[in-house]
T-cell receptor, first 114, second 111 residues
Framework: SAVISQKPSRDICQRGTSLTIQCQVDSQVTMMFWYRQQPGQSLTLIAT?????????ESGFVIDKFPISRPNLTFSTLTVSNMSPEDSSIYLC???????????FGEGSWLTVV | RKEVEQDPGPFNVPEGATVAFNCTYSNSASQSFFWYRQDCRKEPKLLMSVYSSGNEDGRFTAQLNRASQYISLLIRDSKLSDSATYLCVVNLNTGGFKTIFGAGTRLFVKA
């Protein structure tokens, strides 16, 4: 298994500002991902954080809006740029590891944009 | 057709009831299967992996039917604390691993 720590756990931000979320895994993992889950909705994959190279973004998500860093095998950051109220959501960091490539999640970062 | 489909519910059951959730997946390249539990305003947490031979963990039993591309989760003797959303999750290997989450089935267990 993997223990994943995210911070901040929650924040209230002004529109037009940016927020960086940090994710730390307690072991080296090959695959890390960032998800978004809006209230009452299912998980949406934002991107795969690739170590040492640019993240791979899903349709509808772009690097300018959601820049991601992955400097090593245990750490990643997601920045939500130029925020608007529509960005209010929970952002979840996850890592894939173990037999069967199980996904483990951090506790999430609750973002409210006002 | 969605890659992973679940009945969204909600399922409203009394304590002690047995409840079953179903999930179908469309891609035959699916390789591994899981059920996750997500409490309100919390992150999803792994409940159990699903194996072709079926597997049981206490009151929870998961089964996989590869021929029908169907996964199930059975909860016996439901507790109030079982109230949550249950997510069906499938890993595909199509040249690289891809994880697909179902939208979840909401369960309410009532006293």
């Amino acid at each position: 298994s993997a223990v994943i720590s995210q911070k901040p756990s929650r924040d209230i931000c002004q529109r037009g500002t940016s927020l960086t979320i940090q994710c730390q895994v307690d072991s080296q993992v090959t695959m890390m991902f960032w998800y978004r889950q809006q209230p009452g909705q299912s998980l949406t994959l934002i991107a795969t954080a690739n170590q040492g190279s640019e993240a791979t973004y899903e349709s509808g998500f772009v690097i300018d809006k959601f820049p991601i860093s992955r400097p090593n095998l245990t750490f990643s950051t997601l920045t939500v740029s130029n925020m608007s109220p529509e960005d209010s959501s929970i952002y979840l960091c996850s890592a894939q590891t173990g037999s069967g490539n199980t996904i483990y999640f951090g506790e999430g970062s609750w973002l409210t944009v006002v | 057709r969605k890659e992973v489909e679940q009945d969204p519910g909600p399922f409203n059951v009394p304590e002690g009831a047995t409840v079953a959730f179903n999930c179908t997946y469309s891609n035959s390249a699916s390789q591994s299967f899981f059920w996750y539990r997500q409490d309100c305003r919390k992150e999803p947490k792994l409940l159990m992996s699903v194996y072709s031979s079926g597997n049981e963990d206490g009151r929870f039993t998961a089964q996989l039917n590869r021929a029908s591309q169907y996964i199930s989760l059975l909860i016996r003797d439901s507790k109030l604390s079982d109230s949550a959303t249950y997510l069906c999750v499938v890993n595909l290997n199509t040249g690289g691993f891809k994880t697909i989450f179902g939208a979840g089935t909401r369960l309410f267990v009532k006293a």
